[in-house]
């Protein structure tokens, strides 16, 4: 890639820096268990954003 500084690596690190600096939040979309039906007709339908979680 051109223009890109350090490559894949920096690329990386550079990511792993904002969420340390909390300049990034992961989306996570959290369902209670009883509703993992849902989470996964959601996941199938793309309604969920970022990482599923069930929560017991």
Do not use: F
Not at 3 to 23: F, H, K, M, Q, S
């Amino acid at each position: 890639m051109n223009g890109l500084t350090g490559g894949i690596p920096g690329l990386a690190a550079r990511a792993l820096d904002r969420v340390a600096e909390g300049a990034w939040r992961p989306l996570v979309t959290t369902y209670p268990l009883a509703d993992a039906a849902r989470a996964h007709a959601d996941l199938e339908g793309r309604r969920a954003l970022g990482k599923v979680v069930l929560v017991p």
